[in-house]
């Protein structure tokens, strides 16, 4: 097979969609990689490397567009990619179709890309581990970025997390207990934060109450519950997942008028429509803005800011699924892995995962039947 690794071009957007070792581990097996020209640069990986493991460096997008059978990317095709694609091509990245362009879809199905999703490749347990580690940065950044907003400089109200002796901790309320929730209460424990944790899952806040040994407090999440913690809270982090659909508004526009002036909130699911009601996606260029005094950080690659943690975790995960596809074609490996299955947003002109139907109003069509008589 004939693999694609473009430069990313979304906004301060640095990772890189495959590391040399990904490389070698394809070209070892007799397949083509195709590299643009200084992709691996803003992560720490200089054209040499992919060369000296067998990559063809190619000084055009276009032509690594052109001639992949598969693109093995980060972040969600963007407009210029848009006519880049081609008719039947594999397309391996992030999509987060339900919370970005509408006419990423449209492409999609007019051309009949099949869209293997990272975040929707999912586990028989359950759990998503092409997300997690970006999951795991993205936590850990949120507090780093609310602290920094919080301070009366980036507009917020001059509040130190850890507090000194004789003045009050500030006070972080995370909204989901999962990948997000942990690393991000981790980090603000570790700041000598006041932490309050809010999900709905009973067995999660167990588990967490259990890592905490009692350093942060656990709440079952629900509408008083939420409300109460965010009024009293200096910052909040947003980070609950539906996979493949977007976020549930769990703190509305009123809720945030009720907040102290200089607040922060920090939403990570912003990238899936976000699970606070006034947050729109930003950049790295321009990552706040403000909504009722309350300073608003909602960019939707956060990662992208620390590329060579994020690039090393990201494909470390990725590898496996992407060599699978190239050694044993797509269809046959889509049939040999359950977790793949689910992976495939769209295939062949049609929808094949549910949340994303169900969310941008298309018809869905099982992957399996999408596939018909396809060997």
Known sequence: MIVGVPKEIKTREYRVGMVPAGVRALTSAGHTVLVETNAGVGSGIPDSEYQRVGAQMITSADEVWKRAEMIVK???????????????????????????????????????????????????????PLLKPMSEVAGK?????????????????????????????????????????????????????????????????????DVFLGRAQTLASDTESIARTVRESDLVIGGVLIPGGKAPKLVSRELIGEMEPGSVVVD?????????????????????????????????????????????????TTRPYSRKIADLGLVEAI?????????????????????????????????????????
């Open 335 to 375: 049939k040999s892995d359950r977790a793949l299955q689910r992976a495939i947003n769209t295939y062949n002109g049609h929808i094949t995962y549910e949340a994303v139907a169900k969310d941008m109003g298309y018809d869905y069509v099982p992957l399996m039947d999408a596939l018909g008589g396809k060997k």
């Open 141 to 209: 950044m949120a507090i780093q970025v609310g602290a920094a907003c919080l301070e009366k400089a980036h507009g917020g109200k001059g509040i130190l997390l850890g507090g000194v002796p004789g003045v009050r901790r500030g006070r972080v309320a995370v909204i989901g207990g999962g990948v997000v929730g942990l690393c991000a209460a981790k980090v603000a424990v570790g700041m000598g934060a006041e932490v309050t944790i809010l999900d709905v899952n009973l067995e999660r806040l167990t588990y967490l109450d």
């Open 268 to 316: 990570v699911a912003v990238d899936q429509g976000g699970c606070i009601e006034t947050c729109k996606p930003t950049t790295h260029d321009n990552p706040t803005f403000t909504v009722s005094d309350v300073v608003h950080y909602c960019v939707a690659n956060m990662p992208g800011a620390v590329p060579q943690t994020s690039t090393f975790a990201l494909t470390n």
């Open 74 to 128: 980060v972040k969600e095709p963007i407009a210029p990619e848009y006519e880049r694609m081609q008719p039947g091509q594999i397309v391996y990245t992030y999509f987060h179709l339900a919370g970005v362009d509408p006419e990423l879809t449209k492409t999609l199905i007019k051309k009949k890309v099949t869209a293997v999703a990272y975040e929707t490749l999912q586990l028989d347990d359950g759990s998503l």
